[in-house]
């Protein structure tokens, strides 16, 4: 589907006031005690500012087609412009309070039952994953 960069601020700022938009796998407070694997989570700052951070605009926008799941194929990308979000999150193993890598991006993805929702990742797996062919580049917003 394609999206206008309002109609996504507004999914988006709705999910964080309604506090859905952050799962409890993605979120910091869940480090030890959540989800055995890996996972990605968003810094304490951003968790607790994502409403404000999302309003603001701040980032870049780029829509992609996730072909691994094709029945929910939104796949957004944000880029921060605030320094102080350059590293929004970071890859964790499940149990484990150990930071592995800094993520440099966050992905917002609509899942049929869960709705908008945000994790971080490393603009590397990205690009890998454009590689071979599971996300196509649609947009800029």
């Given at each position: 589907m394609s999206y206008t960069?309002?109609?996504?601020i507004s999914y988006w700022t709705g999910a964080a006031n309604a506090?859905?938009?952050?799962?409890?796998?993605?979120?910091?407070?869940?480090?030890?005690?959540?989800y055995a694997g890996f996972k990605s989570v968003l810094t304490p700052d951003l968790a607790t500012n994502l409403d404000g951070f999302l309003a603001s605009g701040n980032y870049s926008i780029a829509q992609f087609e996730n072909r691994a799941y094709p029945a929910t194929p939104d796949y957004i990308v944000v880029k921060p412009k605030d320094a102080?979000?350059?590293?929004?999150?970071?890859?964790?193993?499940?149990?484990?309070?150990?930071?592995?890598?800094?993520?440099?991006?966050?992905?917002?993805?609509s899942g049929g039952a869960q709705g908008w929702h945000i994790y971080s990742e490393l603009q590397?797996?990205?690009?890998?994953?454009?590689?071979?062919?599971?996300?196509?580049?649609?947009?800029t917003l």
């Open positions: 960069r309002e109609q996504l506090n859905t938009l952050l799962t409890p796998k993605h979120h910091p407070t869940g480090l030890v005690t959540t102080g979000f350059s590293v929004p999150g970071s890859g964790v193993y499940g149990h484990s309070g150990l930071v592995l890598w800094p993520c440099d991006r966050l992905v917002l993805v590397s797996n990205i690009q890998l994953a454009q590689k071979n062919g599971s996300l196509v580049f649609k947009d």
